[in-house]
T-cell receptor, first 115, second 114 residues
């Protein structure tokens, strides 16, 4: 069964450093997302991406964040200058289309720890 | 504004007994509703969804969920729990006329006791 894969599974970084989280969405999916979950809190939407541009983004997704689809398979989330409060589990997801009734498939997550 | 409430952080049930994981939602329009399950060290796995039509929807692993519009609820159920059902369960909602992103609840940890 096809699945969304994320690397690395765990990333530790120093405050102020840049990090790139990587995702390979399901191959025939066209709509991509990043969500995050701070420990003990709910899963929160960050950004959605379709047709090589951002479709929607939340208030969390400020200028420190960026997304890119550098090639036909990868989808990345970059945090330019990490803060302690960026520590969270980051989930990548993809869906076949952008219709609201279509379920998203999630990766296993990257746990980011900022020290 | 869209939101989801999962009133129970933890649900314990004996193996073989029926289980219910509760979810209520708030959207301005009509909802699309989803249940996801998260096993340790795994991503969120899709279980089932409600789009329209029959209020009782069936999903993976014998789970089902009942949409109740008047109570704005979408409780997850299973007639007979298995130890392997122990996991973290998330309810999520999208407004049919609003943004395409999912709004999640805080999750309910289900423990099935042998």
């Amino acid at each position: 069964e096809p699945e969304v894969t994320q690397t690395p599974s765990h990333q530790v970084t120093q405050m102020g450093q840049e990090v790139i989280l990587r995702c390979v969405p399901i191959s025939n999916h066209l709509y991509f997302y990043w969500y995050r979950q701070i420990l003990g809190q709910k899963v929160e939407f960050l950004v959605s991406f379709y047709n090589n541009e951002i479709s929607e983004k939340s208030e969390i997704f400020d200028d420190q964040f960026s997304v890119e689809r550098p090639d036909g398979s990868n989808f990345t989330l970059k945090i330019r200058s990490t803060k302690l409060e960026d520590s969270a589990m980051y989930f990548c997801a993809s869906s076949r289309n952008q219709q609201g009734n279509t379920e998203a498939f999630f990766g296993q997550g990257t746990r980011l720890t900022v020290v | 504004a869209q939101s989801v409430a999962q009133p129970e952080d933890q649900v314990n049930v004996a193996e073989g007994n029926p289980l219910t994981v509760k979810c209520t939602y708030s959207v301005s329009g009509n909802p699309y509703l989803f249940w996801y399950v998260q096993y340790p060290n795994r991503g969120l796995q899709f279980l089932l969804k409600y789009i329209t039509g029959d209020n009782l929807v069936k999903g993976s692993y014998g789970f089902e969920a009942e949409f109740n519009k008047s109570q704005t609820s979408f409780h997850l159920k299973k007639p007979s729990a298995l130890v392997s059902d122990s996991a973290l369960y998330f309810c999520a909602v999208r407004d049919q006329t609003g943004a395409n992103n999912l709004f999640f609840g805080t999750g309910t940890r289900l423990t099935v006791i042998p």
